[in-house]
Each structure stands twice: as structure tokens, then as C-alpha cells.
């Protein structure tokens, strides 16, 4: 993990990471842009398994930007630890993804999982799904630069395509 900032803790890398997201997604109107930017730039930092986007459409969430192997397409709603995000409206942090009731196994090689619901006045408008090959690769530190990455995304009055 940490393939670009290796002499960094995990706190240190999202620090780091924070103003850069910030700068790529400024000005930029167009959230498919701005999904692959963030979904590249915390793929490269920590040599994520998985990294990427699911966009809510209707009752579903489809495959949006992401870096990592082939991934799921459509995701319903309340359904494997993306679906549940979504339903909840809140963070879903999974230790072992095989312990999971209902997980969807888009790639054996997942071992943990976090998903962080992108809001957006009051509403689940996409995920951002991190998967690892490692087993309890998320925690507290994970859960909380992620949701600042996931509120940076679409706060921002200018971003306003979907």
C-alpha cells in the first residue's frame, strides 16, 4: 500500500492528498471528470485493490469512474456493502467482505471493503466503493479523509453535471 507515498502513515498520505483532490475538482463542472480524478488519484497513493464510483440511477447504482480489475455494473439498492451505503446514508466499513450477508463478489480477491455515500442536498447521488486485498485494511482514519473527499466532490455549487 502507500505505492507513491511510501515514507508516509496513512493519515499523512490523506493529508497530503486532500489539497490536490481539492485543486483537481476546482472549477471543473463535470462529475464524471472530477469521479475519475479522485478515484485515479487514491488508487495510485494507496495501491488500492478496487477504487472507484457508483452513480445512483433510478433504483440502482451503475458502474461509474473507477481504477482496479472489471468491476459490477449495476448494483440494486440495499443490496452487497455498496447497495447498503446507499440505503443507510452512511459509511459502511467491512473487515472481511465473506462475512458480509449478501455481499456481491464482483472479484474473489476482495478481502475488505469501505464505502462512503456521496450526498448531496440530503440525497445518496453516488458511492465511492475502496476494495482490498487485505483483510481489515479499513479503519477510522479510512472512514474519516474519505467522507472529506466524498463532500468535496459535489458540495461545490459549480459542480453541478450528473
Same mark, same amino acid.
Given at each position: 500500500? /502507500?505505492a507513491? /507515498?511510501?515514507?508516509?502513515?496513512?493519515s499523512?498520505?490523506y493529508?497530503?492528498?486532500?489539497?490536490?483532490l481539492?485543486?483537481? *475538482? &476546482?472549477?471543473e #463542472?463535470?462529475?464524471i &471528470?472530477?469521479?475519475?480524478? *479522485?478515484?485515479? &488519484?487514491?488508487?495510485?497513493?494507496?495501491g =488500492?485493490?478496487?477504487t472507484?464510483?457508483?452513480? $445512483?440511477?433510478?433504483?440502482s447504482?451503475?458502474?461509474?469512474? =473507477?481504477?482496479?480489475?472489471i468491476?459490477c455494473?449495476?448494483?440494486? /439498492?440495499?443490496?452487497?456493502?455498496?447497495?447498503t451505503?446507499w440505503?443507510?446514508?452512511?459509511t $459502511? *466499513?467491512?473487515?472481511?467482505?465473506?462475512? =458480509?450477508?449478501?455481499?456481491?463478489?464482483?472479484? #474473489?480477491?476482495?478481502?475488505?471493503?469501505? *464505502?462512503?455515500?456521496?450526498?448531496?442536498?440530503g440525497q445518496?447521488?453516488?458511492v465511492?466503493?475502496?476494495?482490498?486485498?487485505?483483510?481489515?485494511?479499513?479503519?477510522e482514519t479510512?472512514q474519516?479523509?474519505?467522507?472529506?473527499?466524498?463532500n468535496?466532490? =459535489?458540495?461545490s455549487?459549480?459542480c453541478? &453535471?450528473?
Amino acid at each position: 500500500m /502507500y505505492a507513491q /507515498y511510501t515514507t508516509m502513515n496513512k493519515s499523512e498520505t490523506y493529508q497530503s492528498l486532500l489539497p490536490q483532490l481539492k485543486a483537481l *475538482v &476546482a472549477g471543473e #463542472s463535470d462529475a464524471i &471528470a472530477n469521479m475519475a480524478n *479522485v478515484a485515479a &488519484a487514491l488508487h495510485e497513493a494507496f495501491g =488500492f485493490w478496487w477504487t472507484g464510483f457508483y452513480r $445512483v440511477e433510478g433504483d440502482s447504482l451503475v458502474l461509474g469512474p =473507477f481504477q482496479g480489475p472489471i468491476a459490477c455494473t449495476r448494483i440494486p /439498492y440495499g443490496r452487497g456493502v455498496c447497495g447498503t451505503a446507499w440505503q443507510r446514508g452512511e459509511t $459502511v *466499513v467491512v473487515p472481511d467482505v465473506h462475512a =458480509f450477508a449478501g455481499h456481491i463478489a464482483c472479484s #474473489s480477491a476482495s478481502n475488505s471493503e469501505i *464505502v462512503v455515500p456521496v450526498i448531496r442536498d440530503g440525497q445518496v447521488i453516488a458511492v465511492l466503493d475502496i476494495d482490498s486485498t487485505d483483510y481489515s485494511a479499513f479503519d477510522e482514519t479510512d472512514q474519516l479523509y474519505l467522507e472529506q473527499i466524498a463532500n468535496i466532490l =459535489f458540495k461545490s455549487e459549480q459542480c453541478t &453535471a450528473f
